[in-house]
């Protein structure tokens, strides 16, 4: 059997300590990337399932705008002109309107609704 000298064997020791520190810290490398897989299959899973509430949310959102379009009258109705009548006479509180500006108010007034509603009603060829 081969004899080490003090010198070799020290030297053949601190090479095994070395090996295990390298072993120590590719163990805690692999372990953090482990968790990081683990934490970006999360993360995936997470966004897919926002991405599938978000789809749901924008069908449902739009149903429910083409449902307010198919209920708007449209602008020349008697409701819309009832509804401006009733803009006009608030707004004329405060001292008269000119028909100019009245026949103005009613676009203004049916554009402005289907913008708080977050519709778009297509215009129809006159």
Same mark, same amino acid.
């Given at each position: 059997?081969?004899? !080490?000298? =003090?010198?070799?064997?020290? @030297?053949h020791e601190s090479k095994i300590?070395?090996? =295990? ?17 683990e934490s970006t299959e999360a ?12 789809? =749901?949310?924008?069908?449902? %959102?739009?149903? $429910? *705008? &083409?449902?307010? @379009? ?6 020349? *109705? $008697?409701?819309? &002109?009832?509804?401006?009548?009733l803009l006009h006479d608030l707004? +004329? =509180?405060?001292?008269? %309107?000119?028909?100019?500006?009245? &026949? &103005?108010?009613?676009? *203004? !007034?049916?554009? +402005?609704?289907? #913008?708080?509603?977050?519709? *778009? #009603? ?5």
């Amino acid at each position: 059997m081969m004899q !080490f000298t =003090e010198e070799q064997r020290k @030297a053949h020791e601190s090479k095994i300590h070395l090996m =295990e520190e390298m072993i120590k810290y590719a163990a805690k490398q692999l372990d953090i990337y482990k968790r990081r897989c683990e934490s970006t299959e999360a993360t995936i899973k997470e966004q897919d399932e926002l991405l599938r509430q978000y789809q =749901e949310t924008i069908g449902r %959102l739009s149903r $429910d *705008s &083409n449902a307010i @379009a198919q209920a708007l009258p449209e602008q020349g *109705s $008697d409701a819309v &002109n009832d509804a401006a009548w009733l803009l006009h006479d608030l707004l +004329a =509180e405060g001292g008269p %309107l000119t028909g100019f500006q009245f &026949n &103005n108010l009613k676009g *203004s !007034f049916y554009g +402005a609704m289907k #913008v708080a509603l977050g519709i *778009s #009603v297509p215009e129809k060829p006159q």
